[in-house]
């Protein structure tokens, strides 16, 4: 059911792949509510993912860019306020990779150049996006922009490798621009940290369904999906959070504030006496 909660507003979208893509369904939500946007993604992934589809579905346009690139993110914003006829009231950043998890590179032995490049994309792209969007003066008073996290951030989680260190980058770049987004323009900066989500990109942690398995029982409301990270990112979008800003947002079903659920207890207790 659609409430119009963006009518009439503008945005860019980043990182929509396929489907499974929590971007891909905050685009279909953001058009069920009444917003027009661009979406955006690098060459590679455009050429392989389905998103040309996406955008038809959607009435815009793909502009391709490498969101590690200061020039190709100049170019996306100017396109995007040429297309969409003006300044934009939200962003969706929602970019992860890392090559050490995909090279199975463990974290006591990770390759630094893959290290540099998954800060690079995962969090320093962020920075980059609001540091060019701050320049051109792109987003309008009151606008909001969000990035996907994860609670890896904060606890270790076996497997999240240095993807953890580029979500504590990516929630700090909020904060800090948060701050100065907040005192100019009232614009929010915001991070959603997601319950664990068999996405494409997601299905490259170690142990996915394992993980899965355990924040499903941990969690009194279970795991969030993605259909409905979608719809908190729309409500973020939304005039109806206008002063949430600055804040590190868990959509984890209770996750994070959880120790131990009857659920998880009584699947642990039955391999209790295992030596593995």
Known sequence: MAYNLLKGKKGIIF?????????????QRAQEE????????TLSS???????????????????????????????????MEFLGGKVDFILHSIGMSLNVRKKRVYNDLDYNY??????ISAISFHKLLQVAHKKDAINDWGSVLALSYIAAQRTLFGYNDMADAKALLESIARSFGYIYGREKKIRI?????????????????????????TERMSPLGNATAD???DYSIM??????RKVTMQNLFHDGGFSSMGMSQKAMHQYEKGIDCKC
């Open 115 to 120: 290290l540099n490049k998954t800060l690079d």
């Open 236 to 241: 973020m979008f939304s005039d109806f959070t």
């Open 228 to 230: 409905e990270c979608a």
């Open 190 to 214: 915001n991070t959603i940290s997601q319950s664990p989500t068999p996405t494409t990109a997601g299905s490259g942690i170690k142990d996915l369904v394992g993980l899965m398995d355990f």
């Open 46 to 80: 455009i050429r392989f993912g389905g998103i040309e589809d996406l955008a038809k579905n959607c009435n815009t346009i793909v502009i391709p860019a490498d969101a590690t690139s200061i020039p190709d993110l100049e170019n996306l914003i100017d396109k995007s």
């Open 15 to 27: 990182g929509a792949l396929d489907e499974k893509s929590i971007a891909w369904k905050v685009a």
């Open 34 to 41: 009444g917003a027009t946007f661009t979406l955006t993604n």
